[in-house]
């Protein structure tokens, strides 16, 4: 007997980066999608996202009818995400339509239904065969509306009509005390309800994205972060990263010929993670930068990221000891990215990593350090962003490096340290002590996955043609 395969769940691609791998495809095509969350968590970029990226990039031309804002207002606030909606406009591939609903109106006249707006979305969607449609928001809607029992018929009335026209809709929503809306109800009549968040721990702002449900559809049930920038809206599905990347036996240098001859293969392997951890003073940003410095040689764009110092002053610093990185920041090879870790959260800084490695295509990237984390976040929290940055990284096979601030009392016990430690490939520990009145630099490789390596300290000494290593 023949087994009938089931037919592949109908599905619109969203147009949101990384969105379209949590759902496992896109939205329920031909069905209502629910975007709910409180006031400033994205709603409006979210859904006008979603109508714009149709339109453009698949041939899906959308209509937007808005319950609060006018079509000039709207088309001014999402121009700042390089939305062109007066363009679009005029190409008949969207078309907005701003209803104005009075409550003073509707008490005087008496109760009302939704048959004039199906009327007048119909006409709309018909105009240009539009195949996406958002209604924002549904709470000036039924503004009007006291009884219940009318308001629950009509919003029923409501999804069932967009389903038999067999338009994907997006309807947002207010979220309420209790309930994710204010009615209660959309939640439930709706095939796909997505919830927004946005929250403030420390100080620290943070967006958060919760597919609540999704019928007929496997879905990501997790938290995801998500991203407002100049490109719009980005999901990172920092959870779905499984061990399945590729390991090679080709090397790279470290950027040091006389470390790379410590290692069995004179470098380390390519698309491999190292660790540089170390007291202060130690030279680890001084191995970070020959790291990057090396990339650049190979014509492979670097990224180094630099939580406590500034491109101008990294490049000054360097050149005082004979790493000169001018010279390929202006070539572009190297892109040096600085901010404060307190700037934003821990997953907003993974899909600031994530958007650049999208955009720039590094071969290698540096972060220096992976400690100042800790600032802006607790040990378990730390930890599995790093843990979610490293599988990033290695997915993408891309050379990474990692220096990590320790303290001498506790060395091999710090939060970093111990998260990224048993992940690296390569750890290397550097230390800075005491000797006959003066300070002595020394270099230890602690382990290095699949690769012999010497078990030896290595002295070394910082001069203005950089690191020189005095064992023989």
């Given at each position: ?12 691609p ?42 453009v990039?698949?041939n ?23 939305f062109?909606?007066e ?18 109106e ?28 958002v209604l ?6 039924f503004?009007?509306m ?36 204010r009615?209660?109800?959309?939640e ?12 403030v ?26 991203l ?10 920092v959870?779905?990263?499984?061990l ?49 410095l ?49 700037l ?13 490695l ?10 220096d350090?992976i ?13 599995a ?6 599988d ?7 050379n ?28 290397i ?23 012999g390596?010497?078990?030896t ?9 950089g690191?020189k290593?005095?064992?023989?």
């Amino acid at each position: 007997m023949k087994v009938l395969k089931p037919k592949a769940f109908p599905k619109t691609p969203t147009g949101i980066s990384g969105l379209d791998e949590i759902t496992n495809g896109g939205f329920p095509t031909g069905r209502p999608i629910l975007i709910c969350g409180s006031a400033g968590c994205g709603k409006t970029l979210f859904a006008a996202q979603f109508l714009v990226k149709g339109a453009v990039d698949f041939n899906e031309p959308g209509v937007f009818m808005s319950f609060e804002e006018t079509s000039q207002d709207l088309t001014k606030n999402v121009m700042s995400l390089g939305f062109d909606l007066e363009k679009l406009k005029k190409e008949n591939k969207i078309r907005v339509d701003h209803v104005r609903i009075e409550r003073s109106e509707i008490e005087e006249t008496g109760e009302y239904d939704l048959e004039g707006l199906f009327i007048r979305l119909n006409y709309a969607i018909d105009s240009i065969g539009a195949k996406r449609v958002v209604l924002d928001t549904i709470e000036s809607l039924f503004a009007g509306m006291n009884n219940m029992a009318v308001l629950r018929s009509e919003l029923r009335r409501l999804f069932q009509w967009l389903k038999e026209k067999g338009v994907t809709a997006i309807i947002t929503g207010e979220r309420g005390e209790n309930t994710l809306t204010r009615q209660g109800l959309e939640e439930y009549v709706s095939d796909c309800v997505i919830l927004l968040d946005f929250r403030v721990i420390d100080q620290i702002a943070t967006r958060r994205l919760r597919i609540v449900k999704y019928r007929g559809s496997t879905h990501g049930t997790n938290e995801y972060p998500f991203l407002i920038d100049d490109d719009g809206i980005s999901v990172l599905p920092v959870t779905s990263l499984k061990l399945d990347y590729h390991s090679t036996t080709d090397t790279i240098s470290t950027g040091l010929d006389q470390l790379d001859k410590l290692f069995s293969g004179k470098g380390i392997y390519k698309g491999s993670s190292t660790l540089i951890t170390g007291t202060a003073g130690t030279a680890k940003t001084i191995l970070a930068s020959c790291f990057a410095l090396s990339s650049c040689k190979r014509k492979e764009r670097a990224l180094y990221f630099s939580f406590e110092e500034s491109p101008e002053q990294l490049m000054r610093n360097m050149l005082t000891i004979g790493i000169n990185l001018r010279p390929q920041v202006k070539s572009k090879l190297l892109h040096i990215h600085a901010s404060r870790p307190s700037l934003q959260g821990l997953e907003m800084h993974l899909l600031t990593l994530h958007k650049l490695l999208k955009e720039l295509k590094p071969r290698t990237v540096v972060i220096d350090p992976i400690s100042s984390l800790v600032t802006i976040g607790s040990n378990s929290e730390v930890r599995a962003m790093l843990v979610r940055l490293m599988d990033t990284l290695k997915k993408e096979q891309v050379n990474a490096l990692f220096t990590s601030l320790t303290h001498t009392d506790n060395q091999f016990r710090d939060a970093t340290v111990d998260a990224v430690s048993s992940l690296a490939d390569t750890w290397i520990n550097v230390e800075n002590e005491e000797r006959r009145n003066e300070r002595a630099r020394s270099l230890l490789i602690i382990k290095s996955r699949g690769m012999g390596h010497s078990n030896t300290p290595q002295n070394f000494v910082i001069s203005n043609k950089g690191i020189k290593f005095l064992n023989k």
